[in-house]
């Protein structure tokens, strides 16, 4: 099994920034893309940005050029660092991995949330 354990959300202030973390661990060979999801209250999760070492990065209209999403494959970590921050930016953020394992199909992993509210 993989385990994601995401980590930084908070209570900020419009226009501040957060850096969300997210680490894997246990059983697998490499992780492929990895990527960070946004689901507000009452929306369904949608797609903010991702990473894949070989054919780089995408975000989302709505945070191009103020989110910055990063990985560090020696820590298994993937980090989310988010500028500019604005109310509509709030909902619970998970972070998601596809993992290659030995003899298995690849297979996405989730975390389980970290919130993150843009409030005055």
């Known amino acids: 099994q993989v385990q994601l354990v995401e980590s930084g959300g908070g209570l900020v202030q419009p226009g501040w920034s957060l850096r969300l973390s997210c680490q894997a661990s246990?059983?697998?060979?490499?992780?492929?893309?990895m990527a960070w999801y946004a689901q507000a209250a009452g929306k369904q999760r949608e797609l903010v940005a991702r990473?894949?070492?070989?054919?780089?990065?995408y975000y989302a209209d709505s945070v191009q050029g103020r989110f910055t999403i990063s990985r560090e494959n020696g820590k298994n970590t993937v980090y989310l660092q988010m500028n500019g921050l604005k109310p509509e930016d709030t909902a619970v953020y998970f972070c998601?991995?596809?993992?290659?394992?030995?003899?298995?199909?690849?297979?996405?992993?989730w975390g389980q949330g970290t919130q993150v509210t843009v409030s005055s």
């Open positions: 990473i894949h070492t070989g054919t780089g990065t």
């Open positions: 998601s991995a596809d993992a290659v394992r030995l003899g298995r199909p690849l297979t996405t992993y």
């Open positions: 246990g059983n697998f060979f490499s992780l492929s893309t």
